[in-house]
Every structure is written in structure tokens, then in C-alpha cells.
């Protein structure tokens, strides 16, 4: 076992809680896109999937609120705010903020406009990537819910881009009721928090199950392992807290789910597929982060469940040898899929954090010293990729170990809290035995 330095720990912990920080409510940023002639200054309760203002140059254009990554970072605050317990007031004002923008950019009586606002600045060479009229035109009611991603001053995507994707409505609505249990401000009706959770809820049990753009954003739509078992997450959460017909329905919706996701069980390995239309084999790292946002310590999709241990272990043996600087590693590390070649097709590391976190929650759950001593591989390799400062870059390139992709996502800072956490909890029940 190879272990992460206390010290880089606590460094680099405090370095991800203020990047989760900058990127939110970003109202001092502005982003001009040239070829659009579009500038964009963030609204208060927008989170920025990366605060960098690149422009596919080749670093990619992330200056935008995706609403899977806003979610993925709410997740998080807790664990900013154990980082550094000073920026709590922030974080009340910064989440009251986002349960406000997240409301007003869904918001059902809200039109879409008629025209592409960007029609008559874009130059000739970006015109060709405008969202087209008619789309834009379209939105109203609950079709402000299928968007993946906004403008982060609460205007539409004025680009193309692929939709529908379900995962963003069912994650947003499971951060916000587990972060009910540790920020009770957020509780009550002036602040808007239920109305968010029920809208979200109510369009989760309406389109769980469909076919639809997966969390890589990938094309043709499918019906995803990965949201599939983030809208059963959402769903059982959700009638756990409801009653009546509004709970009925949503574990009506929650089984339905359960059932296609069987589906996607390759019944020869245990393993679940990418999707329910993939073929044998074609596993998607996803599928396993999904996993750990349900966080179940029970049932099918539990955090060491057999099909959970069986997909880990098969993506985990796929990576091991696709990627030349894991040679000799004892815990690869991750990617997405293998035959990725977005930006080269590289490690991952929200994905990588995500199996550490796994590997972190199993050894705290069974306090077992052989999980912890493999999470702790892959911090320690985080710690030998990581450049120096408080941003974590989206991709590890495959060879030579240098940053790529985007240099700093929000999603990267949330999953090393997340990991860091889980890590806690792990050390505090290997120390303390039953």
C-alpha cells in the first residue's frame, strides 16, 4: 500500500473546497465568446463546471451551468464547509441562491425566445453550431427540466447541444433532501427548498425509464445503468419522505425503474452494461458513480453488492492494461469507457476519486484493511498527478501523466472531498472496531 501525505491531504481538502467555492455564484467572472460576440457574467446560485475561460484551444469551453454538476457539487458542501468552517455563511447565502436560480431556470409559465439572440452577432464559422429557432422556441413547462445545461446567467443554452438528459433534475433533488439533514436553514417554506425538491421529483416520476442522453452526453439516446439508478435513488428517497398518491407514484416509478435496470444485467457475469441497448461487454464507468451517489448499504445496488463488486472489478481489470502508466499499478487508474477518445480517451479523475470513495465507504461498512489499503493506491497516485494550487484537471493523460482536458472542474474538487470524507469515515471505524 502506498499512502497519500497527511500533509497533502489537508492541503489539497481545503485547495477543493475553495476551487467548489470560486466556482459558485461566480458573479466577479465574465466570459466573451468571441465567435458568438456573447458575454455571460455568472447570476448568484450558478455553479460553473469549470471556472477557466478556455475556448476548445485546445483546453474545452466548460464556462457553463450543467445541472448534473451543479448537483454533484451540492453534494459536496457539507464537506467544504468541514474544510473550511468559515465559509459556511457563503455556502447558506450560496445554496438559498441556487434553490432560487434553479427555480427560475425550470420555471414551467417561463418561453423560450422565438429567435437565437446570437443569430445576429456570431460570425460566419460559429453560426453553424447555434441552437436553431424552432428548439429554442419550443421551450416552456416541463421542457426547462430536460435541459442539460445552461447559460450561467440563468438565460437558455444558446448552442447545440444533446437532449433530452434526466439525470440532472433526479441528482439535484436527492442533494437537496440529504442536504436538508445538515443545513436546516434550508428548511422551510419561504426558502423555496420543498418546491424545488417536488418539481424535480414530479418530472423524475413522470420520464424515469425513457430513453434519453446519458451523463457523457453521448449520442443516440439510451436508457443509461448510470440514470437509471440515480432516478430509483431520487424516487425511493422522495415517497420515503412523501404519502399518499404523490408516494404511490413514486415508487411505482422507483419499480418500473428497478425492472429496466435488470435489464441491463449481463446475467453470464453479474456485471451491469453501460445501458440496456449495449452490447455484452461495454461497461461504462458511470454506471459505478451512480452506485455511489445512492450510497445503499443494502439490496441490489448496494455500495458492495455483487453486481457492484463485479462491474468495479471488470472496469478496473479493462483500464489496467489500456492505459500505459498503469503498468505495475495495484489500483489502475480509471476512465470512462474503453473506447473513449474524448481528448485522447484518459484517466478520469472525478472517476478515479469515485472508485476510491467506493473502496473508502466498503472499508468503513466492513471495516476491512484491504479496501482501505486500495483507496488509498489511488489517492496516493492523485497525489503524484495532481499539479500543484487548488484546481484539479478533468483528465491524466494516458502516457505521459500530465493534466488534460479541462485544467479545473468543479466536479474534480467535489469528487476529492468526497473521497477525502469518505476516507474519515473509514480511518475512524478501521480504528474502532465492533
Known sequence: ???????????????????????TSATGLA???AGFGWTVVPAPGSILASTRTASWDPEPDYFHHWIRDAAIALRAVPAAIAADPEARGFW??????????????????RAGPATNPLAATATPEFRKFLRPDAELAALGGSAWLEEPRCAPDGGPDLEQWGRPQ???????????????????ELAGDGTGTEALIARDLAHVTAVAGRPCIGPWEESPPRRTTFTLIVEWDALTRGAARSSGADAAAMLAAADRVAGLIDEAEDRATGVWRESIEA????????????????DRRDGRFALDAPQTRATAAALEAIFATLYPLNAGRAAPAMGRWREDVYFGGN?????????????????????????????????AWVEAVAPEGDDLPEQIDR????????????????????????????????????
Open 31 to 33: 466570459r466573451h465568446r
Open 92 to 109: 447558506t447565502r450560496a445554496v438559498a441562491d441556487h434553490i432560487r436560480f434553479s427555480l427560475a431556470i425550470s420555471d414551467p409559465d
Open 279 to 294: 452490447p455484452a461487454g461495454h461497461l461504462d464507468s458511470a454506471t459505478i458513480l451512480a452506485v455511489l451517489h445512492a
Open 166 to 184: 434526466d439525470d440532472g433534475p433526479a441528482l439535484r433533488a436527492s442533494a437537496l433532501m440529504g442536504l436538508l439533514d445538515e443545513m436546516p
Open 347 to 379: 484517466p478520469w479523475l472525478p472517476v478515479t476519486l469515485g472508485f476510491a470513495e467506493l473502496s473508502y465507504r466498503i472499508a468503513a461498512q466492513r471495516q476491512d484493511p484491504a479496501a482501505f489499503a486500495k483507496a488509498e493506491d489511488w489517492m
Open 399 to 434: 502516457k505521459t501523466g500530465a493534466p488534460a482536458a479541462c485544467l479545473a472542474l468543479t466536479w474534480s474538487a467535489a469528487a476529492f472531498l468526497g473521497a477525502a470524507t469518505a476516507r474519515d469515515a473509514a480511518v475512524q471505524a478501521l480504528a474502532s472496531p465492533r
Open 1 to 23: 500500500m502506498i499512502a497519500p501525505s497527511p500533509d497533502w491531504l489537508a492541503a489539497r481538502r481545503l485547495g477543493a473546497a475553495r476551487a467548489l467555492r470560486r466556482a
